[in-house]
């Protein structure tokens, strides 16, 4: 099964300064365009770092190093940002970047290693097209359950595990996936649990046996 990818779910309306961009002016685009961060890019469009909302409020309280609350977006003090007139200083780099071609598990991941809401996505030569953030890759739970359903008959039983579509019963309510009937011998539970979870909308999964009432789900 393939993940949606991140080319996919991205926006390419991205709201972007250079290093010599004012601190106001950020300031005025972040309100303006109600985000939160912007990407700072060089000449040829590519980013070399992000400056949030907490980097400008730093300016507000002096950016003592013992009065600051971590938001864990790099190694630039706090002092020096406080002090900062424009992105360049006020930045925080490098910026964490994502190709079109990622996975949303990719993303996730990458977005979870790093702390971060969002990520900037970039093509084969590290230009900015994209932004994709949290509640993006969120949109994968909002697929129908019909879709969810045939894709883990196609691709989960039918093509991978080799079985006929009629082999199991299928069912999808909210992301649910309840699979009933028998198993070959040589087809195990655990596996074709595992690739039901990786369907893109696929909340939990259960199996049941035949002849089972009722089963245990598992995330």
Do not use: N
């Amino acid at each position: 099964m393939k993940h949606q990818k991140v080319g996919d779910l991205m926006s390419d309306a991205v709201v972007r300064v250079q290093r010599g961009t004012p601190f106001k002016e950020i300031a005025h685009l972040l309100q303006d365009y109600d985000i939160t961060a912007v990407p700072v890019v060089d000449a040829e469009d590519r980013p070399v770092g992000v400056v949030s909302e907490a980097d400008l409020l730093q300016k507000m309280w002096g950016g003592d190093p013992d009065e600051a609350v971590g938001h864990g977006e790099g190694p630039r003090p706090a002092g020096a940002k406080a002090s900062a007139i424009d992105a360049a200083g006020l930045m925080t780099s490098p910026a964490v970047c994502a190709r079109e071609d990622w996975s949303v598990v990719d993303a996730a991941r990458a977005m979870a290693r790093h702390g971060i809401k969002r990520l900037l996505v970039v093509d084969e030569g590290g230009r900015l097209i994209g932004l994709v953030s949290r509640s993006d890759l969120l949109r994968v739970f909002l697929r129908k359950d019909r879709a969810i359903r045939t894709e883990i008959i196609e691709e989960a039983l039918v093509r991978t595990l080799g079985l006929a579509p009629s082999s199991m019963q299928v069912e999808v309510a909210h992301g649910h996936v309840v699979l009933s009937g028998r198993l070959p011998q040589d087809v195990s539970v655990s596996v074709l649990e595992e690739l039901c979870r990786r369907v893109d909308g696929v909340v939990a999964v259960e199996f049941r046996a035949a002849g089972e009432a009722d089963g245990s789900a598992s995330a």
